[in-house]
């Protein structure tokens, strides 16, 4: 059973900076795309940041560029998201998501591309 494992997140002040981890129990994690998501109170799950299965290219929502990076290690089946910072506007349930990209264009935006998710972490920012 295929498991993606996140954590990291919690209470951070405004302008202070995380790393979320998602853990996946992919035997062959190295062959798939790997993206975050967030859902904020009331709102839609969005596309945040994701990752190529080589790890050479990298997508990120327009509202991530610049404060967000993804980052993968193969040796550890273990993606990142490093928050840099924070604003209230943040906070959100962080969801780790893969999906098998040797095969098939990626459309990282799609919430339905994707074959596994993550129970989610909580991030909370504080003004």
């Known amino acids: 059973q295929v498991q993606l494992v996140e954590s990291g997140g919690g209470l951070v002040q405004a302008g202070g900076s995380l790393r979320l981890s998602c853990a996946a129990s992919l035997r062959t994690f190295s062959n798939y795309n790997m993206a975050w998501f967030r859902q904020a109170p009331g709102k839609e799950r969005e596309f945040v940041a994701g990752i190529f299965w080589t790890g050479d290219r990298k997508y990120y929502a327009d509202s991530a560029k610049g404060r967000f990076t993804i980052s993968r290690d193969n040796t550890k089946n273990t993606v990142y998201l490093q928050i840099d910072s924070l604003k209230p506007e943040d906070t959100a349930v962080f969801y780790c998501?893969?999906?098998?990209?040797?095969?098939?264009?990626?459309?990282?935006?799609?919430?339905?591309?994707?074959?596994?998710w993550g129970q989610g972490t909580q991030v909370t920012v504080s003004s």
């Open positions: 998501a893969a999906g098998q990209g040797e095969s098939r264009t990626y459309y990282y935006q799609r919430r339905e591309w994707y074959d596994y």
